[in-house]
């Protein structure tokens, strides 16, 4: 059992579909010009006399005053926020923010709203996990697990938040275990959806069975369980969606996991499942950079 609580420490990392088979490696101005003053000439200030000839009046003489032209006000450019390392990012409990193997946050960020799960599910569902999700997401959660068991199904949620310092001692195991594919099997350290408070791993007891693997918890054959089947099925009418899908491997240099759902909105996942996109494709394409990476 030892080892089974090592596995869902690392969480968020796809099994071997089949055994022995190796996981491959992520290819992964001038300065301003002074305004010059314009001053009257001397000889435009001097009244300039013109005597007539032969007249008893002399001729009204007319004095030209200059103008001094207006001062130019100079117009100061707004400054652009800079953005930030990544090592130096806080999420501000963002539902949206964006968490790749490029994109990560700092080692501080940690949500202000988290929740034990032990206080809202029976310990079938918790396994009896210290497991921790943000105030955000409870409420959508157990509705979403009451509509499973309703519907006959005994899901399970095996890991949610997790810390920086957690996932760098997960991570740290798999480098020591498998240090060719630790980066696709485990995300490093900042570079986790868990650390965001929202993401959960779930399971089920039809696992051990569909793989033939007794007290295994991951395994991307888990959508051939019921459980996984109806949240890849339902879970976006919680707001729920899924992290990693086939197709998103080069976005996130995750691998497929379909036991790994993140909160963002029932109007959000509802979008993206109806326009096929997954969560990261989303935020690419319609978010700035969010904080500059760490140099390789």
């Not at 996109?277 to 978010?287: E, K, V």
Request: charged content about 15%; glycine content about 6%.
């Amino acid at each position: 059992m030892w080892i089974v609580l090592g596995l869902a420490l690392a969480g968020c990392r796809p099994a071997e579909a089949a055994a022995g088979t190796a996981v491959p490696a992520i290819p992964t101005s001038q300065p301003p010009t002074a305004t010059a003053t314009i001053t009257p000439s001397a000889a435009a200030a001097t009244a300039v006399a013109l005597i007539a000839p032969a007249s008893p009046t002399p001729i009204p003489t007319s004095t030209a005053t200059a103008t001094p032209a207006a001062t130019a006000t100079p117009t100061a450019t707004p400054t652009a926020t800079p953005i930030p390392a990544c090592t130096q990012r806080m999420a501000q409990d963002d539902l949206l923010t964006l968490v790749t193997l490029t994109y990560g946050l700092s080692r501080d960020y940690a949500p202000q709203d988290l929740v034990p799960l032990s206080d809202y599910f029976p310990v079938e569902v918790t396994l009896g996990y210290p497991t921790e999700i943000r105030e955000a997401a409870i409420g959508p959660l157990v509705e979403m697990v009451t509509a499973m068991q309703a519907a006959g199904l005994k899901p399970q949620i095996i890991s949610g938040y997790r810390s920086y310092y957690a996932q760098s001692v997960a991570f740290s195991k798999w480098l020591e275990q498998n240090p060719d594919s630790a980066t696709i099997v485990s995300a490093p350290p900042g570079h986790s959806e868990h650390q965001l408070g929202t993401a959960v791993d779930f399971g089920s007891p039809e696992l051990a069975d569909v793989v033939g693997q007794p007290d295994i918890e991951f395994h991307t054959y888990f959508f051939k369980t019921s459980e996984g089947a109806w949240l890849l099925e339902n879970a976006h009418r919680y707001g729920f969606t899924l992290s990693y899908t086939r197709e998103t491997f080069e976005l996130t240099g995750l691998y497929y996991e379909p036991w790994h759902y993140r909160y963002v909105g029932v109007e959000m996942a509802t979008r993206l499942q109806e326009s096929g996109q997954t969560l990261t494709q989303y935020q690419l394409a319609n978010q700035p950079e969010p904080c500059i990476p760490e140099q390789s």
